[in-house]
């Protein structure tokens, strides 16, 4: 390949990571603990959205119970936020012919 066309397909490719940013800021994604109990709700770069906890997790003496479903719901949202990210890059960077694995922004 000629580093012209390189040029061009890297230029290319930062124009679709830039739209790709920004399309992460209006996606959400959702995780759950406790049998759907608990669930955190946040966009696909990581901003936490909202949190909503079965009323019947809310008892004084099960605190640290429902501390930890709502780490265990942050952390399972947080899983599926960054699968859909290596997925996205992964459609992105098709076409570059970039080694196996390879991660970007490098």
């Avoid at 952390?75 to 076409?95: F, H, I």
Wanted: charged share 30%; net charge negative.
């Amino acid at each position: 390949m000629d580093i012209m066309g390189l040029m061009k397909k890297a230029g290319a490719m930062q124009a679709k990571m830039a739209e790709m940013q920004a399309e992460l800021d209006n996606i959400t994604v959702e995780g759950f603990s406790g049998g759907g109990l608990v669930k955190v709700t946040m966009t696909a770069k990581g901003a936490m959205q909202g949190l909503a906890i079965d009323p019947s997790l809310i008892k004084e003496d099960e605190k640290e119970i429902l501390e930890d479903l709502i780490v265990a719901a942050h952390a399972d949202a947080r899983r599926k936020s960054e699968s859909l990210l290596e997925e996205k890059m992964k459609d992105m960077t098709a076409g570059l012919g970039l080694p196996a694995g390879m991660k970007l922004p490098f």
